[in-house]
C-alpha cells in the first residue's frame, strides 16, 4: 500500500511539472494571438500604459467589433448546433469530457472575439485550455499504463491547470493557485496548494518568456496609508451591494445564454451596440483593462460623469453581450466596473479626506468588487497585489475591505 502511494505521489508530482510547461506554453500562444488579431483589426499593441485603442479611429473601432462579432456568432453558432457542444470546467469536474478539437476552436474564438473589441474577459479562454490539457495529459497517461491517480487527484490536476492557464496569461501564480483550491476544487490542504502553485509558477515563467514580468494595471503610489482603512469603510459595503448585483446579472446572463440560431443575430447585434459606444468611448472595448486605467490614472473631478457611465455601459453590455451567446471571463469587468466605483468614491471623498488617493481608491474598488462578484476573497486580494505590484502596504486595507464586501456580498445573495 505505502509503494503504491509512492508511486501516485511520483505520478502527481511529474504531471504537475510537465502540465505546467503545456499549459504555460497555450497562455503563451494564447496572448500572442491576442496580439496579433488587436493589430489586424484595431491597429495598435496593447500595454498597460496603452491599454485602450484610442489611436484606431472611430470607425475603425465600430466596424473591428461589428465584424468580430459576425465571426464569432457564425463559429459558436456551428460548435453549439452541429458539433458536439463543449462543456465547462465544472462539468468537466465532475467526471464529462471536454471534446479536444471543439474546445480549442471555443478557447480562441474567446480570444478572437476579445482582441477586436468584444467586451468579456479573456480570462475563461486560457482556464478551459488547462482543463482540456488536464485531462488529455491523463487519458495520455492512462494509455500507456501508468500507475492510475486517485479520482481525487485527477480533479484537483484539472483544477491546478486550469488555475495555471490563469497565471500564465496574467502573470499571477498565487491568484491561478487561489482560483484553483478556493473557487474549483474547495479545499485547501497542503496537497492541493503544493501541486496547484507549483503548476502556477512554471506556467507564470513559461508565459512571462515573451513580455516578462510586467504589471497588467500600473499604479504609481503603490503604498498605501492609513487612510485607506477610513476609505475602505465606506467603499467596501458599497461594493459589496454592486458586487451581489453584477454576480446576480451574470448569472441571469449565463443561464439565458443564447445557444441556438437566434445567436447568428443577437451576438451581431450586442458587437454593433458595444461598437456604437465605443466609437465614442474606446475604454468600453475589451475585457475591461483600460476602464479600470483610466480609473486609476483619473486625478479630477471631471471625470466624475465619465466613469460612472463608463462603468454602468460596461455592465450592460458585457451582460448583454453574454445573453447573446458570447462567452468569456467576468473577472476582469468585475475590476473594471470596481475600479471605475473606488475612483468616483475617492474622487468624492477626497474632498473631506486629506490625503486620499485616488488610484489606490480604484484598486480598492477593484479587489473589494472582485471579491464580492466571485464569492472568493483570497483570489480577489491576491490578484490585486499581483498583477498591480503592490507592496505588503496593500494587505491590510485591501483584505479589510474584502472581508467587509464579501460578507455583505453573501448575504445579499443568500436573501
Same mark, same amino acid.
Given at each position: 500500500?505505502?509503494?503504491?502511494?509512492?508511486?501516485?505521489?511520483?505520478?502527481?508530482?511529474?504531471?504537475?511539472?510537465?502540465?505546467?510547461?503545456?499549459?504555460?506554453?497555450?497562455?503563451?500562444?494564447?496572448?500572442? #494571438?491576442?496580439?496579433?488579431?488587436?493589430?489586424?483589426?484595431?491597429?495598435?499593441?496593447?500595454?498597460?500604459?496603452?491599454?485602450?485603442?484610442?489611436?484606431?479611429?472611430?470607425?475603425?473601432?465600430?466596424?473591428?467589433?461589428?465584424? %468580430?462579432?459576425?465571426?464569432?456568432?457564425?463559429?459558436?453558432?456551428?460548435?453549439?448546433?452541429?458539433?458536439?457542444?463543449?462543456? *465547462?470546467?465544472?462539468?468537466?469536474?465532475?467526471?464529462?469530457?471536454?471534446?479536444?478539437?471543439?474546445?480549442?476552436?471555443?478557447?480562441?474564438?474567446?480570444?478572437?472575439?476579445?482582441?477586436? %473589441?468584444?467586451?468579456?474577459?479573456?480570462?475563461?479562454?486560457?482556464?478551459?485550455?488547462?482543463?482540456?490539457?488536464?485531462?488529455?495529459?491523463?487519458? /495520455?497517461?492512462?494509455?500507456?499504463?501508468?500507475?492510475?491517480?486517485?479520482?481525487?487527484?485527477?480533479?484537483?490536476?484539472?483544477?491546478?491547470?486550469?488555475?495555471?492557464?490563469?497565471?500564465?496569461?496574467?502573470?499571477?501564480?498565487?491568484?491561478?493557485?487561489?482560483?484553483?483550491?478556493?473557487?474549483?476544487?474547495?479545499?485547501?490542504?497542503?496537497?492541493?496548494?503544493?501541486? *496547484?502553485?507549483?503548476?502556477?509558477?512554471?506556467?507564470?515563467?513559461?508565459? *512571462?518568456?515573451?513580455?516578462?514580468?510586467?504589471?497588467?494595471?500600473?499604479?504609481?503610489?503603490?503604498?498605501?496609508?492609513?487612510?485607506?482603512?477610513?476609505?475602505?469603510?465606506?467603499?467596501?459595503? /458599497?461594493?459589496?451591494?454592486?458586487?451581489?448585483?453584477?454576480?446576480?446579472?451574470?448569472?441571469?446572463?449565463?443561464?439565458?445564454?443564447?445557444?441556438?440560431?437566434?445567436?447568428?443575430?443577437?451576438?451581431?447585434?450586442?458587437?454593433?451596440?458595444?461598437?456604437?459606444?465605443?466609437? #465614442?468611448?474606446?475604454?468600453?472595448?475589451?475585457?475591461?483593462?483600460?476602464?479600470?486605467?483610466?480609473?486609476?490614472?483619473?486625478?479630477?473631478?471631471?471625470?466624475?460623469?465619465?466613469?460612472?457611465?463608463?462603468?454602468?455601459?460596461?455592465?450592460?453590455?458585457?451582460?448583454?453581450?453574454?445573453?447573446?451567446?458570447?462567452? %468569456?471571463?467576468?473577472?476582469?469587468?468585475?475590476?473594471?466596473?470596481?475600479?471605475?466605483?473606488?475612483?468616483?468614491?475617492?474622487?468624492?471623498?477626497?474632498?473631506?479626506?486629506?490625503?486620499?488617493?485616488?488610484?489606490?481608491?480604484?484598486?480598492?474598488?477593484?479587489?473589494?468588487?472582485?471579491?464580492?462578484?466571485?464569492?472568493?476573497?483570497?483570489?480577489?486580494?491576491?490578484?490585486?497585489?499581483?498583477?498591480?505590484?503592490?507592496?505588503?502596504?496593500?494587505?491590510?486595507?485591501? %483584505?479589510?475591505?474584502?472581508?467587509?464586501?464579501?460578507?455583505?456580498?453573501?448575504?445579499?445573495?443568500?436573501?
Amino acid at each position: 500500500m505505502a509503494f503504491n502511494q509512492y508511486k501516485e505521489n511520483i505520478v502527481l508530482a511529474v504531471s504537475t511539472v510537465v502540465l505546467g510547461v503545456i499549459v504555460g506554453l497555450s497562455s503563451l500562444l494564447l496572448s500572442l #494571438f491576442l496580439e496579433v488579431i488587436e493589430h489586424f483589426f484595431l491597429h495598435y499593441e496593447e500595454t498597460a500604459k496603452f491599454p485602450a485603442p484610442v489611436g484606431a479611429t472611430p470607425i475603425d473601432r465600430l466596424l473591428s467589433v461589428a465584424v %468580430g462579432g459576425v465571426i464569432a456568432a457564425v463559429i459558436w453558432w456551428f460548435l453549439r448546433t452541429k458539433t458536439t457542444p463543449t462543456i *465547462s470546467i465544472k462539468r468537466a469536474l465532475a467526471g464529462e469530457r471536454m471534446p479536444f478539437w471543439q474546445t480549442v476552436v471555443h478557447v480562441v474564438t474567446q480570444i478572437f472575439y476579445v482582441g477586436t %473589441g468584444g467586451s468579456v474577459g479573456r480570462e475563461l479562454a486560457p482556464r478551459e485550455a488547462g482543463a482540456l490539457l488536464a485531462q488529455k495529459w491523463e487519458d /495520455l497517461c492512462d494509455r500507456y499504463h501508468v500507475p492510475k491517480l486517485t479520482a481525487e487527484d485527477k480533479r484537483l490536476l484539472i483544477t491546478a491547470a486550469a488555475g495555471a492557464g490563469f497565471a500564465g496569461i496574467y502573470i499571477a501564480p498565487i491568484t491561478g493557485m487561489f482560483f484553483s483550491v478556493e473557487v474549483l476544487f474547495k479545499k485547501l490542504t497542503l496537497r492541493t496548494v503544493g501541486v *496547484s502553485l507549483t503548476m502556477s509558477i512554471i506556467a507564470m515563467f513559461v508565459g *512571462s518568456l515573451v513580455k516578462g514580468f510586467k504589471p497588467y494595471y500600473i499604479l504609481t503610489d503603490v503604498k498605501f496609508s492609513l487612510v485607506s482603512f477610513v476609505f475602505v469603510l465606506i467603499l467596501a459595503p /458599497l461594493s459589496g451591494l454592486a458586487g451581489s448585483w453584477f454576480r446576480k446579472f451574470f448569472q441571469w446572463a449565463e443561464k439565458h445564454q443564447t445557444k441556438d440560431n437566434h445567436i447568428l443575430w443577437q451576438l451581431p447585434v450586442a458587437a454593433i451596440l458595444t461598437g456604437i459606444v465605443a466609437y #465614442f468611448f474606446p475604454e468600453i472595448m475589451g475585457n475591461g483593462r483600460s476602464l479600470a486605467q483610466l480609473a486609476i490614472n483619473s486625478h479630477q473631478l471631471t471625470m466624475l460623469v465619465i466613469l460612472v457611465v463608463g462603468a454602468l455601459l460596461k455592465v450592460v453590455v458585457t451582460v448583454l453581450t453574454i445573453r447573446a451567446g458570447a462567452s %468569456g471571463g467576468t473577472l476582469t469587468p468585475s475590476i473594471a466596473v470596481g475600479g471605475a466605483l473606488g475612483a468616483v468614491l475617492s474622487l468624492i471623498l477626497a474632498i473631506w479626506i486629506p490625503g486620499m488617493s485616488i488610484g489606490q481608491g480604484a484598486i480598492l474598488g477593484a479587489g473589494t468588487l472582485l471579491a464580492a462578484s466571485q464569492q472568493a476573497p483570497f483570489m480577489a486580494m491576491f490578484m490585486l497585489i499581483e498583477i498591480c505590484h503592490l507592496e505588503s502596504s496593500a494587505l491590510l486595507p485591501m %483584505g479589510f475591505g474584502i472581508l467587509i464586501a464579501t460578507a455583505v456580498s453573501k448575504k445579499i445573495l443568500s436573501d
